[in-house]
Every structure is written in structure tokens, then in C-alpha cells.
T-cell receptor
């Protein structure tokens, strides 16, 4: 099956700093999503981005499907950005379910 | 903005008891899913449901688990006889289409604690 690797596994930032989170995958994808899991465990949809670039406020994401990676950019980080960021993807072999990475755990300090 | 809602947000149950986790998917969505996340681990697929039947299930989804869409709005996950290792966050998701795939929307989760 498809492999999903996220890096870095852990990240500590000072408030106001920028960061880039990476998601590498081992096969062609037709569905890729980024999620934020807050400290209470709730999942928040960030981006649906099987290809191309999207922006939403301080967050943006880029997927280069041909090179099998996606990036999530967080600018001017805030303490409320803390939590775990997951990428999850679907591929042509199985559109039905999302395969999840292990996540990047982000802590933003004031 | 439409959203997937899950109830309860937290449930504590005795080992061996039955639990039902409830979800209300987005109203025009046709495909429904349950995922689970054991504390500190990755999110794992449990089951997908379309047209009133299971379309795929993982090896985790054994005979203790069942899903149902009892009416036009609710989608439930039942665990017949809970075990300690069923303690996890359970997430419901829904989407409009699988081929080609559209965005899957997730609920806020139910934290199940089996004691």
C-alpha cells in the first residue's frame, strides 16, 4: 500500500515564526487533505489539495503530485496553532479511504 | 457552513458494555466513514458505508462492530461488548463522491474511554 511520511515529527516555535511542514508519499494520489488536531483531540479540515496551491489566511498548502509531496506553510504562528498536523491521502488504487501520516506535533510558545 | 456533528463528545463505559456513537453527516453527502485514533497514534480507517451497506471495512472492524443508518440523517457505530483497547477517539466523516474523490469532512470526534 501507499506510504505516507511527515516531517519533522516535532517542531517548537516562538510565536510569530514561520514554518513548513512536509508530507511525502510513495504513489500517485488523487486526494490529499491537511488537518489540524487541536489539544482537545478535535480534527479540523485545513485544505483539500490533491494538486496545486491554496491559501487560507496565514496558512497555505502546495501539492506537487508528480514529485509526490505536499507542503503546509504556517506564517506568523500563534499559540492557537499548537497541536498535531496530519496529511491524509487517497490514491487511485483505493479512493475509498484516507491513509494518514503520523503527523507533525507543533508547539508554539508565547 | 455545513458540518458533520458527533455525539457524545466524550463517553465513559464499563468493559463489556455496548456503546453507540452517533453522527449526523452533511445532508447531501452519500458516502460515510468511521475512523479511530488510539491515543498518540495515527488515525486509522474502520469502515465505509454507501447506499445502506458497508463498502469496505478494515481488519480492525470485527464482529464486535456494526454500523447503521437508521434514518435519513443519522449514521451510527455500535460496539457490542467494549474492551479496554477500544478506548480511542472515533471520528465520523462524509463526502459527496468517491470517484473521482471529493473532500472528506470530519466531525469533531467522540472520545471513548473503556474502564
Amino acid at each position: 500500500g501507499i506510504q505516507v511520511e511527515q516531517s519533522p515529527p516535532d517542531l517548537i516555535l516562538q510565536e510569530g515564526a514561520n514554518s513548513t511542514l512536509r508530507c511525502n508519499f510513495s504513489d500517485s494520489v488523487n486526494n490529499l487533505q491537511w488537518f489540524h488536531q487541536n489539544p482537545w483531540g478535535q480534527l479540523i479540515n485545513l485544505f483539500y489539495i490533491p494538486s496545486g496551491t491554496k491559501q487560507n489566511g496565514r496558512l497555505s498548502a502546495t501539492t506537487v503530485a508528480t514529485e509526490r509531496y505536499s507542503l503546509l506553510y504556517i506564517s506568523s504562528s500563534q499559540t492557537t496553532d499548537s497541536g498535531v498536523y496530519f496529511c491524509a491521502l487517497g490514491y487511485a488504487g483505493n479512493n475509498r479511504k484516507l491513509i494518514w501520516g503520523l503527523g507533525t506535533s507543533l508547539a508554539v510558545n508565547p | 457552513e455545513p458540518e458533520v456533528t458527533q455525539t457524545p463528545s466524550h463517553q465513559v463505559t464499563q468493559m463489556g458494555q455496548e456503546v453507540i456513537l452517533r453522527c449526523v453527516p452533511i445532508s447531501n453527502h452519500l458516502y460515510f466513514y468511521w475512523y479511530r485514533q488510539i491515543l498518540g497514534q495515527k488515525v486509522e480507517f474502520l469502515v465505509s458505508f454507501y447506499n445502506n451497506e458497508i463498502s469496505e471495512k478494515s481488519e480492525i472492524f470485527d464482529d464486535q462492530f456494526s454500523v447503521e443508518r437508521p434514518d435519513g440523517s443519522n449514521f451510527t457505530l455500535k460496539i457490542r461488548s467494549t474492551k479496554l483497547e477500544d478506548s480511542a477517539m472515533y471520528f465520523c466523516a462524509s463526502r459527496t463522491r468517491e470517484r473521482p474523490p471529493t473532500e472528506a469532512f470530519f466531525g469533531q470526534g467522540t472520545r471513548l474511554t473503556v474502564v
